[in-house]
């Protein structure tokens, strides 16, 4: 894995974009920023696979069934709290979910700004997540 170090100086000053699970991220068009610097969420990672693009998780049971995945993205940049070998590094983060806990890694790297993709805070049309609350397949 490439150092903190190296990821800290790409992200210095420049917009991240956090893409988390909630119904809106559906109709957001993920391509449009497919060059941007992303912090992909859990089951996001599925729609971010540049090496550039940072995946966080903080979920055991999301680790457990994602494995394979997890280990396989082509990201180089892959974090987070829990204790496992698979990833770049095991943060103390605060929060009580991963995409808080997405919130507080960003800002370690000093972005412009922290873009929110997916954080509806909300039940929306019957649907608090947009893949469904089935983490045992990966998503295509």
Request: no cysteine; hydrophobic share 35%; net charge neutral.
């Amino acid at each position: 894995f490439p150092s903190h170090d190296t990821l800290a100086n790409q992200v210095n000053n420049q917009p991240i974009f956090i893409i988390g699970g909630g119904p809106s991220a559906k109709s957001f068009d993920m391509q449009s920023i497919q060059d941007q610097q992303v912090i992909a969420v859990n089951h996001a990672m599925h729609f971010f696979k540049q090496p550039h693009h940072i995946i966080y998780y903080g979920d055991r049971s999301f680790e457990n069934k994602q494995r394979d995945a997890i280990i396989n993205h082509p990201s180089l940049y892959k974090f987070t709290k829990l204790n496992t070998h698979i990833t770049n590094k095991t943060f103390e983060l605060t929060g009580n979910n991963s995409g808080t806990q997405a919130i507080v890694l960003a800002d370690y790297f000093n972005p412009s700004v922290i873009n929110l993709i997916g954080f509806d805070m909300q039940v929306v049309d019957g649907q608090t997540h947009w893949h469904g609350r089935n983490f045992s397949k990966p998503i295509p």
